[in-house]
C-alpha cells in the first residue's frame, strides 16, 4: 500500500479540517517526507507531510527562532535529496552540519521521535565533499578571480556606497577591455592607482573618469579587506561551480558542505560569497525548464546578512537570479529568522515555507509575528497562537503541490535525521578532505601573470625609456659642449700663431722653438686645454671600463 492510499485511509477518522490537510499531501511521485501531523496537540503518523521532489526547484523558505531547530531541518531535507540523487549544497557556519557525512547515534530520543511520525529510522551517512572560504578552516580551498567575482559582489564586500560601486564599474570596464585580468585584490589596486595616475588619467576621461577622493576610498576599503584576511579568497585556481554538481558513484547525490566556523566573524563576505556560486551557476548552466528532479538543492543560510545593507543594484540582481534560475534546474532555499529577513519581491518567489517557531518577548517580535502570519494562506489554526507554542522540530509548513497549487497550512512534528546530529570527528573530517579528487587541483594558489605585473612591467619599460632620454641628453650636451671647446682651443692656437709671425721673422731658429715651446706651455696651461683633456679622458675611461666589464656599454 503506497503513502498516499495510507494516508487517505485513515483520514476518514479525521476532523475535516485535517482530512482536508491530508489530502493536500497526498502526493503521486517522489516526494520528501518531513513529518506528521500535529491537529489539536496530537500528532497524527498516518498522515505524511511531504514536498513533491520536482517541486523543489521552486525554492523555499526555511525560518523560525535561533534554537527552534532549523539546521536539523536543512539536514532532514539534505539527506532526502542526496538520497534521491539530487546534489545539495549547505552552508555549515556553526560546524555542525559536517555529521551529515556521518552515520547517526541511535537514542531514546531518536527512538521516540521516530515513533511518533511513524518514520523506520536507521543510522546512515551520506558522500560529501568540504570546503572552504580560501583554505581558512578544515576543507577543499574555495577562491573566486575578482575579475569573476564582478563590481556589484565586491562593492557589497567592500561596504562601498552607489557612487562607489559605479566607480568600481568603470574601473571593471576599463580592466576588461584592456585584457587586464583582476586574479586577486592586488591586481585591483594596482589598477584603481594607475588610472589615477598622470599617466593612466586619461584612459577614463572620455566616460567620466574616477576621482582622486573615490579612488582612495576604494584602496582604503581593499586595504582594510586584506588586513581581515580576506585576500586568500580570492586568487586561484578558481573554483569551478560545476563541482556542486556531481553524484557519488553510488548514485546519491553528492553533499557540499561549505565550512564556515573560521570566518563566521566575516559575515558579508561569505554571504556574498554563496551569492557568487550562485550567479556563476546561472551563468554557466543551459535552459532544461520543468525536471522531474532538480539538478541542485542550494541551502542559503543566514539569508538576512545577504540583503543588509545592499544597494538597489544588488537587490535587483538577487531578485532576478532566484526568479530565473529555477529555469536552470536550480533550487534555492533561504534561512533566517523572519520572512521578514527578505525582501518583498524574493519572498514572492518562495513557493514551499517551512516556518519553526516564533518568539515574541518584545513589541518587536510582536510585530514580526504579525508579519509572519500574513505571508500564509488562510488556515484553520490560529497561527498567531501556534507559532509561539511549537516545540523544538515542529515547524508550521506550506509547500506546492504536484500541481504547483499552494498545500494547506500544516503543523508538523518533523522526522529525526538519519546521520549524525553534530558536528563530524576534526580527523575524520581532515581525512575527508585530504582524500578527495579535488583536493590536488584545488589546494594549492597560483600566482601567474595578471593586472599586477602587466602594469608593473609597463612602468618600467616607461621608467627605463625615460632614463635612456635623459641619457641620451645628456651624451649630446656633451658632444656638444666638447666640439665647442675643441674650437676654441683650436682658435687661440690660431691666434698666438697670427701673433707670433706678426711680432717679426728675423730670429734664430733656436729663439722660434722656444717661442713655440712657450706657446704650447701656455696653451697646455690654459683652462681651456686643461677642460679639455678632462672631458676627452674621462670618455676614454668610460668607454674602456664598459667595455673591459661587458654589457654597460650595451645597456645603454
Not at 520528501?32 to 503518523?45: M, T
Not at 512534528?413 to 549524525?420: E, I
Amino acid at each position: 500500500m503506497s503513502d498516499s492510499e495510507s494516508t487517505a485511509e485513515n483520514a476518514g477518522v479525521l476532523p475535516e479540517p485535517a482530512r482536508e490537510i491530508a489530502a493536500g499531501y497526498a502526493v503521486s511521485g517522489a516526494a520528501l517526507d518531513l513529518g506528521a501531523l500535529l491537529w489539536d496537540g496530537i500528532c497524527l503518523p498516518d498522515v505524511q507531510i511531504r514536498i513533491p521532489l520536482a517541486m523543489l526547484n521552486r525554492h523555499g523558505l526555511v525560518a523560525g527562532a535561533t534554537g527552534t531547530g532549523k539546521t536539523k531541518t536543512l539536514q532532514l531535507i539534505a539527506e532526502q535529496l542526496s538520497a534521491h540523487g539530487v546534489p545539495v549544497f549547505l552552508a555549515d557556519i556553526k560546524g555542525d552540519v559536517s555529521g551529515i557525512a556521518a552515520p547517526g547515534t541511535p537514542g531514546e530520543r531518536v527512538a521516540e521521535r521516530a515513533g511518533q511520525v511513524g518514520q523506520e529510522w536507521r543510522a546512515e551517512g551520506f558522500p560529501c565533499e568540504f570546503y572552504a572560504l580560501g583554505g581558512i578552516g578544515p576543507g577543499i580551498p574555495l577562491r573566486a578571480t575578482v575579475t569573476s567575482f564582478g563590481p556589484v559582489l565586491l562593492s557589497k564586500v567592500l561596504e562601498l556606497n552607489q557612487t562607489q560601486e559605479q566607480s568600481l564599474g568603470l574601473i571593471f570596464h576599463y580592466a576588461d577591455s584592456k585584457g587586464l585580468e583582476l586574479v586577486d585584490l592586488k591586481d585591483l589596486r594596482a589598477v584603481v592607482a594607475f588610472l589615477v595616475s598622470d599617466t593612466g588619467k586619461a584612459e577614463l576621461k572620455g566616460i567620466g573618469g574616477l576621482s582622486t577622493a573615490t579612488a582612495g576610498v576604494i584602496l582604503r576599503s581593499i586595504t582594510a579587506f586584506e588586513q581581515q584576511g580576506a585576500g586568500d579568497f580570492f586568487g586561484e585556481p578558481e573554483f569551478d561551480t560545476a563541482e556542486l554538481l556531481r553524484q557519488a558513484p553510488d548514485g546519491r547525490g553528492l553533499v557540499s558542505v561549505l565550512e564556515l566556523a573560521a570566518v563566521q566573524d566575516k559575515p558579508q563576505l561569505f554571504s556574498t560569497f554563496l551569492m557568487w556560486l550562485l550567479a556563476d551557476l546561472f551563468h554557466d548552466l543551459p535552459e532544461v525548464g520543468d525536471l522531474d528532479r532538480p539538478k541542485l538543492v542550494f541551502f542559503f543560510d543566514e539569508a538576512h546578512l545577504l540583503f543588509d545593507g545592499a544597494s538597489k543594484a544588488f537587490l535587483e540582481s538577487i531578485t532576478r537570479t532566484v526568479r530565473l534560475i529555477r529555469s536552470k534546474g536550480i533550487g534555492i532555499f533561504f534561512v533566517t529568522q523572519t520572512p521578514r529577513d527578505v525582501p518583498a519581491e524574493v519572498l514572492a518567489q518562495l513557493g514551499n515555507r517551512v516556518q519553526h517557531a516564533l518568539r515574541a518577548f518584545t513589541p518587536d517580535d510582536a510585530k514580526a509575528l504579525r508579519s509572519t502570519v500574513k505571508t500564509f494562506p488562510n488556515s484553520p489554526y490560529d497561527l498567531e497562537e501556534l507559532l509561539t507554542r511549537l516545540g523544538i522540530g515542529e515547524a508550521v509548513i506550506t509547500v506546492l503541490s504536484e500541481n504547483g497549487a499552494p498545500t494547506p497550512v500544516a503543523a508538523t512534528r518533523l522526522r529525526a535525521p538519519r546521520s549524525l546530529m553534530g558536528p563530524c570527528p576534526a580527523a575524520e573530517l581532515d581525512a575527508a578532505v585530504k582524500g578527495s579528487p579535488l583536493y590536488g587541483s584545488y589546494a594549492q594558489a597560483v600566482d601567474r601573470e595578471s593586472a599586477y605585473e602587466k602594469l608593473s612591467a609597463g612602468q618600467e619599460a616607461e621608467r627605463r625609456a625615460a632614463e635612456a632620454e635623459t641619457a641620451a641628453t645628456a651624451a649630446k650636451a656633451a658632444r656638444a659642449a666638447e666640439a665647442a671647446d675643441r674650437a676654441a682651443v683650436e682658435e687661440a692656437v690660431r691666434g698666438e700663431r697670427v701673433r707670433g709671425r706678426a711680432g717679426g721673422g728675423g730670429g734664430a731658429g733656436g729663439k722660434a722653438a722656444e717661442e713655440d715651446a712657450s706657446l704650447v706651455e701656455q696653451v697646455v696651461r690654459s683652462g681651456m686645454f686643461r677642460s679639455l683633456a678632462r672631458s676627452v679622458g674621462t670618455q676614454l675611461g668610460r668607454e674602456i671600463s664598459r667595455s673591459l666589464f661587458g654589457t654597460a656599454r650595451r645597456r645603454r
